[in-house]
């Protein structure tokens, strides 16, 4: 039986709401490579957490014995997953940015109309008041 070494290769750990907010929401993300005499593996888990909800995704990689086809067909399939999570975050992050943008130019004549709406309302119940 072989030591088993253990290399940290990532860590990260983020608060993702202020302070202010009061809930707790973080991700985390940790990768760590085992290597044995003759055996290696890859732990990896990105964890997300709002409230009391968490959601752990796995992307463990561990070698199958002495098949070297099946060993990079499951590395290919890992990575692959990573980069469709890796996209999808991008796409989400950019079309939240421009929904953001949007609502930010769009708000000063919302309010507006908003608060014209509740000078009206106000006086219509004034009107029935009297």
Known sequence: MSDTKEKEVFHSRKFL????????AAIE?????HEGDDSISVSAHLSLSDCSRKVTLEFDAYDYGTNLKENLTLLRERRRK?????????GYCAALEAAYTEMEEKLPAKIEVAKKEAVKRKQKRDVVRL
């Open 82 to 90: 990573a980069q469709l999570l890796q996209e999808t975050i991008e």
């Open 29 to 33: 993300a940790t990768v760590t490579l």
């Open 17 to 24: 709401n202020p302070r202010s907010a009061g809930g707790l």
